[in-house]
C-alpha cells in the first residue's frame, strides 16, 4: 500500500456523512470487520439496553414489566420501527421468530388468499431455507402446494397465470445480484400472483419501498445489517389488502398472542386484529430490547446516505482489488453495475476458503461461501475507506504469496 493511497482513503472517510456512527458500535481490537451482512456489529446502545432491561425491568419489576414497560407491544412497536426502514406504513410489520418461521407464515397465507392456483415460484438459488420451508409446507399441504424453481434470470418471465405466489429474495446471498422488486411486483399483479420477499440482506442495507412496490408479504433477519445480535428475532409484513377481512385466519400458527383476545383464555382460537394475528407465542423480550435499542442508531441515517456509501464502499474495493491486481486471480460474481447489487461483493477461488481463513489470520474478518467464493460484506454504518483500502492489501498479500496454501488455512469447523 502506497503513501498516497492511505491519504485518498483517509480523504473519502473524512467526507463520509455517516463516519460519526461508527462510534456507537463496539469496534473489535485490530480487526476489520467486513461480515455485517451475517452477523452485524455489537453497539453500546445495545450493551446499555440489555442490561438496564435485565437489571431493572425483568429484575425489579419483574411480571409487572408486561404494562409497566409495555413489553408486550414491543413485536408491533419494534416491527413499526423496522416499517420506517422497508417503506411500510404504521401497524404492517410486526417483529417475531425467525424468518424461516415467518416464511412458513406468509407462504401458507398466500396459498390460502390465491386459493385456485398452487404454484409457488422462486429462483434455484434462492437461501435454502427459503426453499426448505416450501417443501415442507408441501408435505402438509399435498398437491395444493407445487414448488417450481427456475434460474434467477428467468424469474420475471416465468410468472404466468398459474403462479400462486413468487417467493424471491431481493439480493442474493452469494452473488449479491439485486432483483428489480418494482418489475417483479408489476408483472405478478399482472399475472395475478402474489410477492414474497425476503429482505434478509436488503433491510438495513439500502431504502426499501415495500407500499410503493405494491409487495404483499416481506420478511427478513434483523440480526444481519440491523445489528441487532446473533438469532435476533424476525420481521414479518403484510399488505393493508391482506390484513382485512378474511374468512378464515390467514397464518397456520395459531398462538395466544395471536389470538383476539389471549387473557380471555377461551378454548376457540379467533386471530387479532391487523397485523398482530401473525403474532405465535411469548415475544423474546431481551432480543426485543436488542433489536429496539439497535434500530434507533437508524435515526441519524438517511437510507439514501447508507445506500451511497454502500456503493462506494464496494466500488473502492473493486478499484483497489484491480490496481493490486488481484482481481484477475480471483474475478468478482457480483454484477458490475452497482445498482444491480446489495451491500456485498463475491469473489470466485478454487482457494476461497483458505483464503479467507487466512485473511481472519490478519484480523480481516469475511466469509466463505461454498463451493469456491469469498464473500465480502459492507456495514455503511461502520465500516470505513480506510479498512477498506487494508483489507484489500492484506487480500493481495495472501493471494500473491500464496499464503493460502499453508496447512493451518485448511481446517474447516462446523460454520463456515
Ligand atoms: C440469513 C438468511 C435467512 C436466515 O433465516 P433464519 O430463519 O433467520 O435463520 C433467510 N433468508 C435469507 C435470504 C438469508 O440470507
Given at each position: 500500500m502506497t503513501h498516497s493511497e492511505k491519504h485518498r482513503a483517509n480523504s473519502f472517510d473524512s467526507h463520509d456523512k455517516l463516519a460519526r456512527l461508527r462510534n456507537e458500535f463496539h469496534i473489535p481490537s485490530n480487526t476489520i470487520y467486513l461480515d455485517g451482512n451475517s452477523l452485524g456489529l455489537l453497539s453500546h446502545r445495545v450493551q446499555e439496553r440489555v442490561t438496564q432491561t435485565l437489571q431493572h425491568e425483568w429484575g425489579n419489576d419483574v411480571i409487572t414489566s408486561w404494562n409497566k414497560h409495555n413489553w408486550i407491544n414491543l413485536p408491533i412497536t419494534v416491527g413499526d420501527k423496522i416499517g420506517r426502514l422497508i417503506g411500510a406504513p404504521e401497524g404492517h410489520t410486526v417483529c417475531c421468530d425467525s424468518t424461516s418461521i415467518n416464511l412458513f407464515k406468509v407462504l401458507n397465507a398466500a396459498l390460502q388468499i390465491n386459493a385456485g392456483r398452487t404454484e409457488v415460484l422462486s429462483t434455484e438459488?434462492?437461501?435454502?431455507t427459503d426453499l426448505y420451508m416450501v417443501q415442507g409446507l408441501q408435505q402438509m399441504l399435498g398437491d395444493r402446494c407445487t414448488l417450481r424453481l427456475v434460474p434467477e434470470a428467468e424469474l420475471l418471465h416465468s410468472i404466468s397465470s398459474d403462479t400462486a405466489v413468487v417467493l424471491a429474495t431481493e439480493v442474493n446471498f452469494r452473488t449479491g445480484r439485486r432483483l428489480n422488486l418494482a418489475k417483479l411486483s408489476e408483472q405478478a399483479r399482472k399475472q395475478g400472483a402474489l410477492t414474497i420477499i425476503d429482505l434478509a440482506h436488503s433491510a438495513g442495507a439500502m431504502p426499501v419501498e415495500l407500499h410503493k412496490h405494491d409487495i404483499d408479504f416481506a420478511v427478513g433477519c434483523t440480526y444481519k445489517y440491523l445489528n441487532a445480535g446473533p438469532g435476533a428475532p424476525a420481521f414479518l409484513y403484510v399488505a393493508q389488502r391482506h390484513l382485512e377481512k378474511h374468512s378464515k385466519p390467514l397464518q397456520p400458527l395459531f398462538g395466544w398472542l395471536g389470538h383476539a383476545e389471549p387473557f380471555a383464555f377461551s378454548v376457540d382460537y379467533a386471530p387479532a386484529q391487523g397485523i398482530r394475528q401473525f403474532i405465535t407465542g411469548t415475544p423474546p423480550i431481551l432480543a426485543l430490547a436488542a433489536l429496539d435499542a439497535a434500530l434507533?442508531?437508524?435515526?441519524?441515517?438517511?437510507m439514501a446516505d447508507v445506500r451511497a456509501k454502500s456503493i462506494g464502499l464496494s466500488e473502492y474495493w473493486l478499484e483497489r482489488m484491480a490496481a493490486e491486481e488481484v482481481l484477475a486471480k480471483m474475478p468478482s460474481i457480483s454484477p458490475a453495475e452497482p445498482k444491480e447489487r446489495g451491500s456485498q461483493l463475491a469473489f470466485e477461488h478454487e482457494n476461497a476458503f483458505a483464503i479467507c481463513q487466512a485473511l481472519i489470520a490478519k484480523g480481516v474478518i469475511a466469509d466463505f461461501r461454498a463451493p469456491k467464493y469469498l464473500r465480502i460484506g459492507f456495514s455503511p454504518l461502520y465500516n470505513t475507506y480506510t479498512e477498506v483500502e487494508q483489507a484489500v492489501a492484506a487480500l493481495a498479500d495472501i493471494v500473491h504469496n500464496r499464503h493460502y496454501e499453508r496447512e493451518e488455512f485448511q481446517q474447516r469447523s462446523a460454520v463456515t
Open positions: 438459488d434462492n437461501f435454502p434507533d442508531i437508524f435515526e441519524g441515517a438517511d
